[in-house]
């Protein structure tokens, strides 16, 4: 475990010094690099037949497009002088952090990593558009779009290496990840463009007169969260030879689901 959080402790600086750009951050939030994705890239990387530049190198492209994607999500729309600079900086600091990548992958001359990772990008986006447009008649429609937008790189990449296994369980772990924080920041600021959705689906299931509230749709989500427990943990089960860094990581996130189930 010591070997792998200091593998992935030294890929996470060689990310930090290609992306922390000092006029950059003057005026953008520090770009935030996925600790659990960076983990995930590097474990399903172990026993590739790889020397340790090229893993070095793989993981820095992947997580540069994930950082440009992550950028961009970010946009305001605060309508003041100073904020439209500060929107248009983000939205440049998005392009620059995907200049690194093509130029990262130009220079390593692997074309056809740059044909794989830019499906995943396009995927991404158009689940993107989707989410915000709030264009589900169900919630499996509503997670398979969450899903898309924080796997699909991780997704291409175990692909692309022939790490197929990897995949269901990384979506798995990604999406229950991604529901956890749109349930603690809905219940810390309630209001969340995930829960529009979840409530415009949970709406027309509703008997006749029936209502809901904030408590309706948490207990909803919640209920959704036990089941993806059960295949998060099944997925895991499944992996053969899973590092104990991902292993416990895994545990952290079932255990927040079982503190408020509990409560509950």
Partial sequence: MQDMNSKIAEIKGIIEKKVLHPYLLKYIQVPIID??????LVSAMEGLDLTDRERENYALTAMLVQIALDIHEHVSNTQ???GTKVRQL???AGDYYSGLYYKHLAESDDILMIRSLSKAIKRVNEH??????????TVGMLFESIKNIEASILAKFSGFFGKDAWIPFMESLLLLKRLLKE??????DGIS???EA???IVETSLAPGGKQNSDTLVDFLDHELVSLRLELKARM???????TSVRGRVEELLGEIKIFVEEG
Avoid: C, H, W
């Avoid at 349930?183 to 810390?188: E, F, G, I, Q």
């Fill in 193 to 195: 463009p995930f829960f």
């Fill in 35 to 40: 600790d659990d994705k960076l983990m995930l």
């Fill in 183 to 188: 349930r603690n920041d809905y219940l810390r």
């Fill in 128 to 137: 993107k558009t989707l989410f915000y447009q709030k264009e589900f008649n």
């Fill in 80 to 82: 003041s002088l100073a």
């Fill in 198 to 200: 979840l409530g415009a």
């Fill in 90 to 92: 983000t939205v440049l």
């Fill in 237 to 243: 089960d499944a992996l053969e030879n899973i590092n």
